[in-house]
Each structure stands twice: as C-alpha cells, then as structure tokens.
C-alpha cells in the first residue's frame, strides 16, 4: 500500500542501477498505467506531472520528490501541459531491510537508520541531488554501460536524498523552491546570448516574475539581472583576450544588442573599456 505522507526507512545492503533518464514532452503528456518491479524516483524539473497512485493524486512540480516501491500501480490522472520535464531512476536494492514509516515514526529514527526516503515530498531536492543525476545520466550514456560506476553514482544519489531528508526531518533543510534556482542559473549559463529578459525566464519555468526574482536575489545573493550580466561580461573577457572579432561582434555574441551599452557595463564592473582591457591583455602576452 501506497500511503504518500509515509517514509522509507531501513539498512541498505545493495542498490543496483536499472536505468534512468530526463523525460522532456514539448506537447501534453499522460504517464501510461504501470507496476513496476523495481523503485522508481521522479524529480520535478519543470511544469508539474500528474499522477494517480493507487488511487491518490499527486503532483510532481519543480523540486518535488516522488518514489515508488516496486509493484505498486500507477497512472497518470491527465496531460501535464508541454514542455513538461523531469528525471526518473529506476533501481532495485536487494537483500535490504526497508519498511514504511508515518512521519512521527521517521522523525525519531534520523540518528538510528542509515536510510530515510519520502515517498513524497514537496520541494524537497537540493541542488546536490540535481547536479548527481546529471552526473549518472552523463555516466549512463557515456561509460558503456560500467555496472559498478554506476550502481555507484546510484548509490551516492540515494544517500544524498537520504541526507536531504534526514535534514528536512529535523528542521534545519533550509532549501524552499531552492532547486528551481539551480534550474534557472544553470539555464542562464546555457542561454546568456539570447536576448533574455527577466519576463522571459520567468514565463519559461512557470514562475510570476516577482516571486521568481525574489527567491533567485534570496538564494543567489545579487538580482537576476546583474548575474546575467556578470555570465556576459566574463564571456566577453574571454573573446577579447583570445579572439579577432571586434568590440561589435563581440557584444552581440555575448547577449548584448546595444555595443554603447555593452561598453558602459563592461566599464562599470571590469573599470575599463574593452578596447583597453583588450590591449592589457595583449601586453600581458
């Protein structure tokens, strides 16, 4: 029996790797019925997926964790809008001693158990988790398949997640929406060439532009804009230190539509002009 508000708690002896991945859907998407003879682990990334498990609704949204056991039923309750995103992991852990806990029961076994797992939990990934299933999912598609590495990067993960609740259980998880801020800086370093604004990052992961803006400046320690902007000046360092392309080319490559503005800011947080910076760093050479 599936019950959401309970935990995972126990001795683990083995944890072998299965298979995992990050689902991405540009259109409406329903998950198909299933049972599952292993675990499987969703992390929301992005947009929010619905499910019906043993006749609970639930919702994975950016953060939340989600885990079901093996051979318990689950179905999707209705489309989860496009560009839905998140990441599975299915894995078994033979000849482990694990049993379900309420939340008072886990609460009080945080120093005694090696392993605590919710079955559900809002907002629950840290960036510690993320940065780990890119790790395993760039290990599956890169290492031939090496069993041990990867039953070990599943290993660490799972232990990871275990920590993250063990501190969430005890009060001193500080991380609230804390993970969409690690999507977010992570898509910036991806995307800080386009022409981007703030509306335009807040309206890509779902957020309302205040909310969004004010977790990232709690999290981060500067706006969202002066860190986009740092992301764009040091690229522009970098292309006037070791390339050709002129100051124009160079600012538009960088994100920058305007060269004056581009070289007032570049002024402002390098005190100096490009073209000055530029020959500092070919005195240098």
């Known amino acids: 029996m599936f019950a959401e508000e309970n935990y995972l708690v126990g001795t683990i002896n083995s944890l072998k790797f299965e298979l995992a991945g990050q689902f991405y859907s540009a259109i409406p998407w329903q998950h198909l019925p299933r049972i599952n003879h292993n675990y499987e682990l969703f992390i929301g ?66 120093t005694a158990q090696p392993i605590i797992w919710p079955l559900y939990t809002e907002n629950l990934a840290s960036t510690d988790e ?71 990052v807040a309206n890509n992961f779902g957020y309302n532009k205040a909310y969004l803006s004010h977790l990232f400046s709690q999290k981060m320690g500067i706006t969202m804009t002066h860190y986009l902007q740092q992301l764009r000046i040091a690229q522009a360092k970098l292309l006037l230190a070791e390339s050709s392309q002129t100051i124009t080319e160079i600012s538009r490559a960088v994100g920058f539509q305007d060269e004056k503005y581009f070289s007032r800011l570049f002024k402002k947080l390098v005190a100096c002009s490009p073209s000055d910076y530029r020959k500092s760093t070919q005195n240098r050479k």
């Not at 989860?80 to 078994?92: I, Q, T, V």
């Not at 997640?161 to 991380?175: D, I, M, R, V």
């Open 130 to 200: 993320l940065i780990l299933f890119q790790q395993l999912i760039h290990s599956m598609k890169h290492s031939r398949w090496q069993t041990e590495l990867l039953d070990t990067f599943t290993k660490t993960l799972l232990l990871s997640l275990s920590a993250t609740t063990k501190q969430a259980l005890s009060g001193t998880h500080e991380s609230l929406d804390s993970p969409i801020i690690g999507f977010v800086s992570d898509w910036l370093q991806k995307n800080y060439a386009q022409p981007i604004t703030v509306q335009e």
């Open 45 to 110: 990334i992005k947009e929010t997926l619905y499910l019906t498990i043993e006749d609970q609704h639930l919702t994975i949204a950016p953060g939340d964790v989600l885990l079901i056991p093996p051979g318990i039923h689950f179905s999707g309750q209705k489309d989860s809008p496009g560009g839905l995103s998140f990441y599975w992991l299915h894995f078994l852990a033979p000849h482990s001693e694990i049993t379900s806990q309420s939340i008072q029961e886990a609460r009080l076994l945080t």
